[in-house]
């Protein structure tokens, strides 16, 4: 079946530095690829997606880019801001599968400090 | 409502006891969903819901668990003769229709002590 691998946390960067979470997937065909946020206390939230390949996802000054070469999707940020400490999941969706259910990470938690 | 709700937002139960968890959707989507979030995973789907039908329930994990949407708004997972096991937080999105956007509920922690 579909699966998701991202980069193990936690990660904690300093206020302002380059942020990148890596994230692969494995899937048959060509699914559409998210990354959704979990604040603290909140629920889960669509940060950005790519339904197709070389498409760039991009909100809050994040950016991911669907790379079908590489079977990749790595979140980046220039320049992160302490209000970015959160739990971040990459997740797949194949719907070429049949099926309308998304396949998600393990989730990578970010902590920035001033 | 503003968006989807999850009663109640912990949950503490006894093994071998039954629970419910209530789902109350965005209103005027159709398609819901249900996940199961374990602690240091991410979540799993378990099922979904195309109006008033299980569309897909191959997540469920086993019979225990069943999952109704009688009226095609709210839904109900339940699971009988719950085990330590299940202890987890159950995560319901619900989106306008199959293949747009799903938004999520802040979810309910079950324990079962």
């Known amino acids: 079946g579909d699966s998701v691998t991202q980069m193990e946390g936690p990660v904690t960067l300093s206020e302002e530095a380059f942020l990148t979470i890596n994230c692969t997937y494995t899937?048959?065909?060509?699914?559409?690829l998210f990354w959704y946020v979990q604040y603290p206390g909140e629920g889960l939230q669509l940060l950005l997606k790519a339904t197709k390949a070389d498409d760039k996802g991009s909100n809050k000054g994040f950016e991911a880019t669907y790379r079908k070469e590489t079977t990749s999707f790595h979140l980046e940020k220039g320049s992160v801001q302490v209000s970015d400490s959160a739990v971040y999941f990459c997740?797949?969706?194949?719907?070429?599968?049949?099926?309308?259910?998304?396949?998600f990470g393990k989730g990578t938690k970010l902590s920035v400090i001033p | 409502g503003a968006g989807v709700s999850q009663t109640p937002s912990n949950k503490v139960t006894e093994k071998g006891k039954y629970v419910e968890l209530r789902c109350d959707p965005i209103?005027?989507?159709?398609?819901l969903y249900w996940y199961r979030q374990s602690l240091g995973q991410g979540p799993e789907f378990l099922i979904y819901f195309q109006g008033t039908g299980a569309a897909d329930d191959s997540g469920l994990p086993n019979d225990r668990f069943f999952a109704v949407r009688p009226e095609g708004s709210v839904s109900t997972l339940k699971i009988q003769r719950t085990e330590r096991g299940d202890s987890a937080v159950y995560l319901c999105?619900?989106?306008?229709?199959?293949?747009?956007?799903?938004?999520f509920g802040q979810g309910t922690r079950l324990t079962v002590v």
């Open positions: 999105a619900s989106s306008r229709v199959l293949e747009t956007e799903a938004f």
């Open positions: 209103s005027g989507h159709t398609a």
């Open positions: 899937a048959t065909g060509y699914p559409s």
């Open positions: 997740a797949s969706w194949n719907s070429g599968a049949g099926s309308y259910q998304l396949t």
